[in-house]
């Protein structure tokens, strides 16, 4: 996997020692919005979706492909829950991220090659937010006065979270 | 400028840990951290880093308020967020290279403890304690400011939304789901990208990914395959 290009086998044996892959058969939820959250899961193998419920209606709203880790904010907040449930839609193979994984291989480079990744990921996802604020300013007109057609961002996104169009 | 310290490096190592949680936090970790940098005193109203300049330096904020803000479509500064001490900034660009996307201001005066680009870079390949908690501490700030930012779009949405939209439409439509599986057709690519800003740009990822995937080896290793068809048998 191309994150950890340059890691040797020997830390990835070592990583798989300390958290072997689990696997997930289709249709198996692997998260449920608002319970409580632990682990972070980086997927190896096949394809998860990520769904939110609005309004008692689920909504599909991303996929999580091979290489992207889903979860994360478990591991890096005080307490938090699920802010989405995720299910795999093929047969997924992923690795449990745990506080503990973090801990004891931490030394690791495989798991410093995962931290980096996080890294990146994190920062592009928040740059990606920001440049979403600025369409949404430039969208909504920085005089805040209502717009005469109702073509936009902002009221797509109200629509899609309504349940309407 | 000068060093931070002692004294100083140990309350915000403190602060610091309490603010922000990561697998095994420790003030001492982020005291070597602080140690690595260099003390900057900043009057009321200066910039401590622009938006658009590439980003060489990060900051540790010991002792006053900063305002971040962003320019919008007239080029006029808006004010995102207000921080405080402790806290971490400026270091998006940074990690990832590219221009700042924020610009930073002392509101009142302040005092930074600025790190270089070069020792963030090399920090961050560490398994030293210091390149530990600096990864983590990054990694941990990074989820606050995507929460938060997730959050202005929530607000501008809605808040927005709710004076233009509702007077435009008298009658609300039935309700309809977005999905992506049902043969429904929908221009689900359109709803994902604009969702993705709700949820931290996993559309876009999507994309990157899909790129990415076709270029790259997955080089899987082997004792971790057998551990997987070991389990598929059972």
Known sequence: MYL????????????????????FKPGVTLFNQGDPSDVALLLLEGKLGVEIAIAGQHREVGTINVGEIVGETALFAREGKRSA???????????????????????????????RHLLSTLARRVRRTNQEINKLWKELGVTEKPRPTGSGWAKKLKQIFQGSR | MSQISTTDSDELAKRIVTQHYFPGASSVAIERVLSKGVLRSVPNGEEICSEGDPGNEFFFLLRGHISVMRRDITGTNRVLSNTTSPAVFGHMAVIDGSKRSATCVANGPVEVVVLQRSQLDRMITEDSVAGI???RLLIASLCDQLSSANGFVRKIVFDHGNSTAESQQPTKPPARPVSRRGAEPTNTTEDLQTVSAMLGGWANDLADLEKVQGEVTLVMDEDMKRTNQAKKKR
């Not at chain 1, 340059?6 to 696997?23: I, N």
């Open chain 1, 4 to 23: 950890f290009k340059g890691v040797s086998k020997e830390a990835l044996r070592a990583l798989s020692s300390l958290a072997p892959p689990v696997s």
């Open chain 1, 85 to 115: 449930t995720v299910r795999a839609l093929q047969t997924s193979t992923c690795l449990i991220i745990s506080k503990d994984l973090l801990i004891e291989g931490n030394k690791n480079s495989a798991v410093i090659a995962i931290e």
């Open chain 2, 133 to 135: 908690a600096l990864r």
